[in-house]
């Protein structure tokens, strides 16, 4: 048997990887070239700093909508919890592409863990989110399924005050967020 005689088959599977990573480099390349990586590690080191109190960070004035109690420190939490998730949500659906979105994500989290490790441990063990993206699942009335489950999460499903403090808390994140998004001036490729 020559050396011509010999075939070397490669997949269509193995092809698709090949071009699929490719085209996944060319496209870090591109926006890092475009400033957008840059953006994005700006952006979320900003988003990082959510809050739905204080005066530093990004704050997120709930208490000027809600009533005081709903800021006692386990509902308090649950706002922040709330936030995050609309952080990383609005990345995922507002960034031009997905290595923009994850670049974000991945420095907000760097800033939460570094301020509050605490607060960075337990969301990430915890199954808040979950709750959450099965509210945006159900498709419909968004903020009212968020409300729900922010309830749920506060342990007290039938308040309706509390579904609404959820709702209140979710729209009010989504609109700083998106204007923190559009700041960022992302660049399309």
């Known amino acids: 048997m020559s050396e011509s005689d010999v075939k070397i088959y490669v997949s269509k599977k193995e092809l698709n990887k090949a071009a699929d990573l490719s085209n996944a480099f060319n496209n870090v390349i591109a926006h890092r070239a475009n400033g957008n990586i840059d953006k994005a590690k700006a952006l979320g080191s900003i988003l990082g700093t959510v809050t739905p109190t204080g ?3 990004l704050v997120v004035a709930v208490k000027e909508h809600l009533a005081p109690k709903y800021f006692a420190p386990d509902i308090l939490y649950q706002i922040k919890v709330l936030l995050v998730f609309a952080c990383e ?3 995922q659906i507002e960034c031009p592409c997905e290595v923009v979105s994850t670049t974000a994500i991945a420095s907000m989290y760097e800033v939460i ?6 607060f960075y441990s337990n969301i990430s063990n915890g199954a808040a989110f979950t709750f959450y993206y099965l509210a945006i699942q159900k ?4 903020s009212a399924h968020i409300g729900e489950a922010f309830a749920m999460l506060c342990s007290v499903k039938n308040k ?3 579904v609404e403090a959820g709702k209140t808390v979710w729209n009010l994140a ?3 967020i998106s204007k923190e998004i559009e700041k960022a001036d992302f660049e399309n490729i």
Do not use: A, R, Y
Not at 113 to 118: D, F, I, L, V
Not at 139 to 142: A, E, I, S, Y
């Open 174 to 176: 989504v609109d700083i």
């Open 160 to 162: 309706e005050g509390f």
């Open 55 to 57: 005066d530093e960070g």
């Open 113 to 118: 863990q570094k301020n509050s490790p605490g």
């Open 89 to 91: 949500t609005l990345l």
């Open 139 to 142: 498709g419909g009335d968004l």
